[in-house]
């Protein structure tokens, strides 16, 4: 079984992928046509599906061209891709206000680069922090206060 070693759009197109192909796997669903796409996401499709233990097939013509996914036995969810290289966030200095009465907020970097206060249904986050001086930055993935060293 291919090893990806992939980066960027591919690595997120893949992780993308994996998470459809974990929700049909779990579906009553034997098949799953996927959208018409270029030959090269349909190999990396292919490729991702074989991890799986799924069959797979390609059908239609030119634009119209799509991957079939196909629950066979022993269809399972592998290990799940692990990014090679994770994304920094650095805002440089730009700063980040919170409500200054409060005595302290608890906010979020979230994996896409969004910025928030953090609640238990927060998914996919990088750092959170309870911040108590009113104002913080991004930077390399850390959430920095003004009392921070790295200020």
Known sequence: MQEFELHGKEEDFLIQYEEKLIGFLESSDEKLHLEPMNSYYRRLIHNLALRFSFGTSSEGSDKD???????????????????????????????????????????????????????????????????????????????????????
């Open 65 to 151: 061209r799509h991957v079939v996914i196909t629950k066979k036995k022993g269809s399972k969810a592998p290990e799940r891709i692990k990014r090679k290289d994770p994304v920094i966030w650095n805002f440089r200095d730009r700063e980040f206000l919170v409500d200054p009465l409060a005595e302290e907020v608890e906010v979020y970097l979230g994996k896409d680069g969004s910025v928030g206060l953090f609640n238990e249904s927060t998914r996919d986050h990088i750092t959170k922090k309870k911040v108590v001086s009113g104002a913080f930055k991004i930077k390399m993935n850390k959430i920095v206060e003004l009392q921070d060293e790295e200020w």
